[in-house]
T-cell receptor, first 112, second 109 residues
Framework: DAGITQSPRYKITETGRQVTLMCHQTWSHSYMFWYRQDLGHGLRLIYYSAAADITDKGEVPDGYVVSRSKTENFPLTLESATRSQTSVYFC???????????FGQGTRLTVV | GQQVMQIPQYQHVQEGEDFTTYCNSSTTLSNIQWYKQRPGGHPVFLIQ?????EVKKQKRLTFQFGEAKKNSSLHITATQTTDVGTYFCAGPSGYALNFGKGTSLLVTP
């Protein structure tokens, strides 16, 4: 199906473990983003990508790594998970720079 | 950097009452977007405003962009239970969007 999909939808991991959240879009949008959503903070940008092999930091990048070897995929890796990274993570894509963003359904990550 | 502030943080209304959320930016915006997120869901694009003083309507929703392009509002007339959710404004920031913290609307029948 066309669209933007995230996996897994739910994940529980232990402190110190590495975990990767997947994001796949079928529109061939150039721009992709990772946001985290926490109560009282709204949506905060972690990383974004303007094209394959072009990524840059957002507002809260510490502890996260991204890659974009293919236009359609934009995985987010937590190198060593901490409890403060417990959050809902949204991947989004956009056809135009600063254009309408299409969000995935989110991944709820709990770090114990 | 650019800050986008939204008020109120929460609003509880009776079905049929009107609702307004306000968005203010610390800098002039080239455009502003509005999104709605239903409980347990993901943000969904509602509209983009580009012109100074622009007003757009979508059924019971009215969106305004200020003359100075530093503020915006979303007004819902005669709320319904289907309007429940969090409404976010977002301004462009670099290649991405900078979201306000949102206004959560609760509508009781």
């Amino acid at each position: 199906d066309a669209g933007i999909t995230q996996s897994p939808r739910y994940k529980i991991t232990e402190t110190g473990r590495q975990v990767t959240l997947m994001c796949h879009q079928t529109w061939s949008h150039s721009y992709m983003f990772w946001y985290r959503q926490d109560l009282g903070h709204g949506l905060r940008l972690i990383y974004y990508s303007a094209a394959a092999d072009i990524t840059d930091k957002g507002e809260v990048p510490d502890g996260y790594v991204v890659s974009r070897s293919k236009t359609e995929n934009f995985p987010l890796t937590l190198e060593s998970a901490t409890r403060s990274q417990t959050s809902v993570y949204f991947c989004a894509s956009s056809e135009r720079v600063r254009g309408e963003a299409f969000f995935g359904q989110g991944t709820r990550l709990t770090v114990v | 950097g650019q800050q986008v502030m939204q008020i109120p943080q929460y609003q509880h209304v009776q079905e049929g009452e009107d609702f307004t959320t306000y968005c203010n930016s610390s800098t002039t915006l080239s455009n502003i977007q509005w999104y709605k997120q239903r409980p347990g869901g993901h943000p969904v694009f509602l509209i983009q405003l580009v012109k100074s003083g622009e007003v757009k309507k979508q059924k019971r929703l009215t969106f305004q962009f200020g003359e100075a392009k530093k503020n915006s509002s979303l007004h819902i007339t005669a709320t319904q239970t289907t309007d429940v959710g969090t409404y976010f404004c977002a301004g462009p920031s670099g290649y991405a969007l900078n979201f306000g913290k949102g206004t959560s609307l609760l509508v009781t029948p």
